[in-house]
């Protein structure tokens, strides 16, 4: 029997180059040889592509140095092939794992490049994909469709350099503390907590180095931090949710930032959260419901506030989450009773189920 041809996309033009090459090792690590072909495509951060031979471990992973895929190859893996543009060898795929975090990768570019080759793909489709990348369209269907959401302004471009003081007095209509984000960058880059009204414009102007729309949004104050897991049903059947997970950043961080996401252990992550009973109903049917609003396919991350009142609001989606042993999204399902490699298996074969195109 013909193995089946899977291409593992990773790297990538975002500030999470890294964090993708280190998901896709995991991922690349734990697909079962005796079923699959792996052919794993590294994307440089100035969009070159190259493929690489199968090998595992794929990468040696370590403490101090990020990995990072650059045409030479990435650490001692050569590339067999290099291109410039997608190469030839993505029509031979049956089917594609994009593991790419960001802008160029989890916002519907590659997802669009996959589906006009017709190929099977793990993940979102170009409209959620790029829905669930942009914060400022996200936050504002979610709010238009009834789903609980804090206070936010959103900022277009023309607005900030056409009309700065009306934008100005909108913001100061929220309460304080704010959060400034750009509306599509990720691992808290970017983003400031602002507590002085003063400082909200600078902030701006600095979150539009990343891009240039913009949300600003009111700080849910003391609120618990939880994440929830949620991946297609088995054949057609209703989405399903995974224990959720709590994150609680300690002492010197403001919020979950870049740092406490990957470079200290300032954030203690507990799987699964503890949560009363009727709390962790709602909130697993509110993730399976933004999953089904957003048209998610295959798996999506949702990330909720619950405040001191046990109010859950609907943060943000990510429809391609970190993907390592330790990240949040196989470690619900692991507490859920779906172990790694099984997750990798599951959602490659609910790809390749799936009908290419319009469906
Ligand atoms: N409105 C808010 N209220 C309180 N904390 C927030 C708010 N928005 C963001 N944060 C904090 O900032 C972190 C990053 O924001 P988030 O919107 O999740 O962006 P990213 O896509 O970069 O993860 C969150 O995990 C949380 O700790
Ligand atoms: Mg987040």
């Not at 990348?133 to 959103?154: E, I, N, Q």
Request: aromatic letters at 8%; one cysteine or more; charged letters at 25%.
């Amino acid at each position: 029997m013909e193995k089946i041809r899977v291409g593992v996309l990773f790297g990538g033009r975002s500030s999470e180059h890294s964090i993708s090459c280190i998901s896709a090792n995991s991922i690349i690590n734990v697909i079962d040889r005796e079923k699959y072909e792996v052919i794993p495509i590294g994307i440089t951060k100035d969009n070159s592509w190259v493929i690489f031979s199968d090998k595992t471990p794929f990468l040696t992973l370590s403490k101090t140095e990020l990995p990072e895929v650059t045409k030479e190859g990435i650490q001692d893996n050569k590339p067999a092939i290099f291109s410039k543009f997608p190469p030839e060898e993505l029509v031979s795929l049956d089917v594609i794992f994009p593991v790419l975090h960001g802008p160029y990768g989890e916002d519907g570019t590659i997802q669009g490049l996959i589906d006009l080759h017709a190929i099977a793909f793990v993940g979102a489709g170009v409209l959620s994909s790029s829905i669930g990348m942009d914060k400022t369209t996200s936050k504002a269907l979610l709010k238009a469709a009834g789903f609980p959401v804090g206070d936010f302004v959103t900022i277009l471009d023309s607005q900030w350099t056409n009309d700065k003081a009306n934008v100005l007095k909108k913001i100061q209509e929220l309460t304080l503390p704010v959060f400034v984000k750009p509306a599509r960058a990720g691992s808290s880059v970017g983003i400031q907590k602002i507590k002085e009204f003063s400082k909200v414009e600078k902030a701006i102007e600095e979150a539009r180095l990343h891009d240039k729309r913009i949300i600003v949004e009111a700080s849910i104050e003391n609120a618990r931090e939880i994440e929830c897991a949620v991946i297609t049903g088995e054949e057609r059947k209703p989405a399903k949710a995974s224990l959720p997970a709590e994150i609680i950043v300690k002492k010197g961080h403001e919020f979950y930032d870049f740092e406490a996401k990957y470079m200290d252990d300032s954030a203690e992550l507990v799987v699964p959260a503890k949560l009363d009973k009727k709390v962790l109903a709602d909130l697993q049917k509110m993730a399976v419901n933004v999953f089904d609003f957003f048209n998610c396919e295959g798996l999506a991350r949702i990330d909720f506030f619950i405040t001191k009142d046990d109010e859950i609001l609907v943060n943000e989606i990510n429809t391609m989450p970190g993907f390592t042993p330790i990240s949040m999204f196989p470690r619900m399902w692991e507490a859920t009773g779906m172990k790694y490699k099984e997750l990798v298996d599951y959602l490659i074969q609910e790809a390749l189920n799936r009908p290419i195109g319009l469906h």
